[in-house]
């Protein structure tokens, strides 16, 4: 075997450690390199006393940690140029704070009814339960929690969210997330998912975890035989290279996927990390082959301390441009803007629709291939007034009881008189009720 820099890095950890340890992910986590001189002991990397300095005002900041298998993926001789290296190694940029940067630019403190809980969604919540992470990513949406010391929430602060959970009937999906719910021990995730799963409007369980890509060991039978007991969970991961999917990971995915848990991955797009249509392109169709189903690719959030990962949303819609058509409909995520101020996730995709006539449409393919679509001659549905028990199609649930339309679908809907949208402090209506009043 060729010794590279990589060998050398899992040697020094074999001569410290027993050889089996590297598999062993509560080593991997005590091993974690957390700060920058321990970072340039394993690789031989050394900083400037000047650089070095401004890499540990950012990890004061900004926690450092890599686990040794995640430090093993970086190519040292090109570090500089090395995706691992730029998702988990500390910038000096991540101290530049722009204007239009926030603390919280999803709004999830503001749609917080209790501590841990994020309901943005009408049926579904953002769980978070665990504030910390074996590897902490530099492009963290939510870098301005993660680290905290004593991040893993108390039975009693989890039990207020399930309560709230079962409190609110709409509820039918829950995500759990964090930090990285598979830092908390094997008793107390099952102990957190047995918990909502007894409630019975639950329909769905999710856990957003990059365990699969930062520290593949975490996946253990015992974990994978807990999670099995749970048949509507999903997992959703956080592959955003090629370079990621290893042996290991591959290993730790197909463990899940055998389990008959059902797999996702969501990417984050990243400048000088993964921003080039065919990275992405490649990455989902790993993915796919290893039965993860590409789910989101997401717009790099305004958090402060992210500003040089961003790319032009523009790349991001070149990157589905160069995809759909070109390889499988399941390798294409949905590229997402998460709009400021919880907005929510917006979906940008290129446009297909040309033009359309009164019962035409004009739409173009990836090959810019122009066809046109005839429509039927006459198309009506019969009036719905929302009352499914009395319509002519067989579906008989009278959504009435607890299903109100929002936003653009009320507008389109004939049951509610509303047939505008009118922003929050619009001069124009304020005057009007000035003048009603
Ligand atoms: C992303 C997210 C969800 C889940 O959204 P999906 O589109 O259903 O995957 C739920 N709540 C919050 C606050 C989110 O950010």
Not at 215 to 238: C, E, G, M, Q
Not at 325 to 335: D, E, K, L, N, R
């Amino acid at each position: 075997m060729v010794k590279t820099e990589k060998n050398r890095i899992r040697e020094y950890f074999y001569q410290k450690s027993m050889k089996s340890n590297w598999k062993d992910w509560a080593w991997q986590l005590r091993h974690a390199i957390r700060t920058v001189e321990k970072f340039e002991e394993l690789t031989g990397i050394v900083f400037s006393d000047d650089e070095r300095k401004l890499l540990e005002m950012t990890t004061e900041r900004f926690p450092v940690s890599i686990t040794p298998y995640y430090l093993s993926l970086i190519d040292i001789d090109n570090y500089k140029n090395d995706p691992v290296f730029k998702q988990a190694f500390p910038d000096k940029r991540e101290l530049e704070i722009l204007k239009n940067d926030m603390s919280d630019p999803l709004s999830e403190d503001a749609d917080s009814p209790v501590e841990g809980i994020t309901h943005r969604y009408p049926d579904r919540v953002l769980f978070h339960i665990s504030n910390i992470c074996s590897m902490y990513c530099r492009h963290c949406t939510r870098k301005r929690k993660v680290g905290d010391i004593d991040s893993i929430p108390e039975r009693e602060s989890i039990l207020k969210g399930i309560e709230y959970i079962r409190d609110n009937k709409q509820i039918r999906d829950v995500l759990l997330s964090g930090g990285d719910p598979f830092m908390l021990s094997d008793n107390y995730l099952d102990w957190i998912l047995s918990g909502i799963s007894s409630i019975e409007h639950v329909e769905v369980i999710r856990i957003g975890t990059r365990m699969p890509v930062v520290l593949p060991f975490r996946i253990t039978d015992s974990l994978v035989a807990i999670l099995k007991k749970y048949k509507n969970l999903w997992i959703n991961t956080h592959f955003n290279h090629p370079k990621e999917i290893t042996e290991a990971s591959r290993e730790a995915v197909a463990k899940l996927a055998e389990a008959g848990i059902p797999l996702g991955n969501q990417s984050v797009l990243l400048r000088d990390v993964n921003d080039c249509p065919r990275i992405i392109k490649k990455l989902c169709q790993m993915l796919v082959k290893n039965r993860v189903r590409p789910y989101y690719l997401y717009q790099c959030d305004l958090s402060e301390g992210l500003n040089h990962f961003r790319t032009s949303v523009g790349k991001g819609v070149e990157i589905i441009e160069n995809m759909i058509g070109h390889t499988s409909g399941f390798c294409v995520p949905t590229y997402v803007v998460d709009a400021p101020g919880g907005g929510g996730k917006i979906p940008v995709l290129p446009n297909y629709l040309i033009s359309w006539s009164s019962n035409k449409i004009v739409l173009r393919n990836y090959e810019g291939v122009i066809s046109t679509y005839s429509e039927p001659r006459s198309y009506h549905t019969s009036y719905c007034d929302n009352n499914c028990r009395d319509c002519r199609l067989d579906f008989s649930e009278n959504w009435k009881k607890h299903m109100d339309s929002v936003g653009i679908e009320r507008l389109l809907c004939e049951y509610d008189k509303a047939n505008t949208l009118i922003p929050g402090n619009n001069p124009r209506f304020k005057r009007r009720e000035e003048n009603d009043g």
